[in-house]
């Protein structure tokens, strides 16, 4: 045990150290300090655990220290195997809810110190803890609003992923996929739709407006119902995406609530069920395939690309038709999936790759193939 030495000519201090202790743990008044003995009776009570917990000192000494623990703690064997870790590791953290005096809990958080002498024989524990309760009510209703805000912008997200009753579109199979790439971004500007243009016209929007969040979705929304409406008067794919693209070029001059710019990534198919073709235009997104039932092989959308939706006005869009079979698959993607990276058979890191999305479209028909039934495009 380590002792005070004032320095050699010093003068000698007006307080003993065992004074300076004293005043030390009276003026902690926002910190419970106590002591306890090795089988964890109470030997010191300072002014700071008497305001949180409500005990004197005479009425606390001698106490077992365990009188602070609640009853579902005591169940799980907490108090001892907190003591345990702090007699074998030195120090134990500790952060939980407590018992003051008259029944009520506070949330404390602090730390349980051994006690040991020179010659190593434990004397004691000594716990240093702050009542938290407060900032543990702020926090959780900051996560209750959190939640709450998230609960809103999912069901937000998921009204722009509805998916469409298997048998809504005679013709047609229609099997749609999001996730996440990251529980940060749950919510973002991902979008999907299909709707009939006309008896035997169908329409298919794969989407993703930069940004997540609140403001995100929210856009989003407004591209999705506006393009429903431009698609019914301009069923050509490239037209609309051209009268779409002038709609949001003049949102971002004329709207002085937008902060910054919002572009849109964007793929549109309109699909001639009875005369077994579609028709689509793309905008600085991965370009749709379709892959094709008796060969095997894929017919890449390459002819009908054009650059992001909102970035300058009077850009013209093209649109690429070619013919469907029964069983053919139309494959549809939002931007950024072939960037992502993956580890192959080697062990080395790779993008997925335009090529790695064929394959898993492949590789999924040919493990669901009854989930196309008899319908030419899903």
């Not at 997200?157 to 790439?181: H, R």
């Not at 006309?198 to 591209?223: P, Q, R």
């Not at 002819?303 to 549809?332: H, I, K, T, W």
């Amino acid at each position: 045990m380590s002792h005070y030495k004032p320095p050699r000519g010093s003068p000698p201090p007006f307080v003993s150290v065992a004074e300076m202790f004293y005043l030390m743990m009276d003026a902690a008044k926002d910190y419970s300090i106590f002591f306890t003995d090795p089988q964890e009776r109470i030997v010191f009570w300072n002014a700071g655990a008497e305001r949180i917990m409500g005990w004197t000192e005479d009425e606390i000494v001698g106490r077992d220290a365990r009188v602070i623990y609640t009853p579902e703690d005591h169940a799980k064997g907490d108090p001892e195997r907190e003591l345990a870790i702090a007699a074998a590791e030195g120090t134990a953290t500790n952060e939980r809810w407590h018992v003051r005096k008259d029944g009520s809990r506070f949330w404390g958080s602090g730390i349980v110190n051994a006690l040991r002498d020179e010659a190593g024989e434990l004397r004691g524990f000594c716990k240093i803890m702050r009542d938290l309760t407060e900032r543990r009510r702020l926090e959780e209703e900051l996560k209750a609003a959190l939640d709450k805000q998230n609960r809103v912008m999912e069901t937000l997200q998921n009204s722009l992923l509805m998916v469409p009753p298997p048998d809504a579109f005679p013709g047609l199979a229609i099997k749609p996929l999001y996730e996440s790439a990251s529980d940060d971004t749950l919510v973002g500007g991902d979008f999907f739709d299909t709707f009939a243009l006309a008896e035997d016209t169908i329409a298919l929007v794969v989407g993703d407006a930069t940004g997540h969040g609140i403001e995100a979705v929210m856009y989003t929304s407004e591209v999705k119902f506006a393009l429903r409406v431009l698609l019914r008067e301009y069923p050509n794919p490239a037209v609309a995406m051209e009268r779409l693209n002038a709609f949001l070029v003049d949102k971002t001059r004329l709207d002085p609530s937008r902060t910054g710019n919002s572009y849109i990534a964007l793929a549109v198919c309109v699909v001639d069920t009875r005369a077994q073709e579609l028709s689509c235009a793309w905008a600085g997104i991965e370009p749709p395939f379709v892959l094709r039932a008796d060969t095997d092989e894929v017919t890449e959308l390459m002819e009908c690309g054009g650059p992001l939706l909102g970035v300058d006005v009077g850009v013209e869009y093209r649109a690429q038709r070619v013919s469907l079979g029964v069983g053919d698959v139309l494959a549809m993607s939002s931007d950024g999936l072939t960037e992502a990276r993956r580890r192959n058979n080697q062990g080395r890191i790779e993008f997925f790759g335009y090529d790695g999305l064929t394959a898993a479209v492949r590789e999924e028909v040919a493990r669901h193939p009854s989930s196309l039934g008899d319908a030419g495009v899903a």
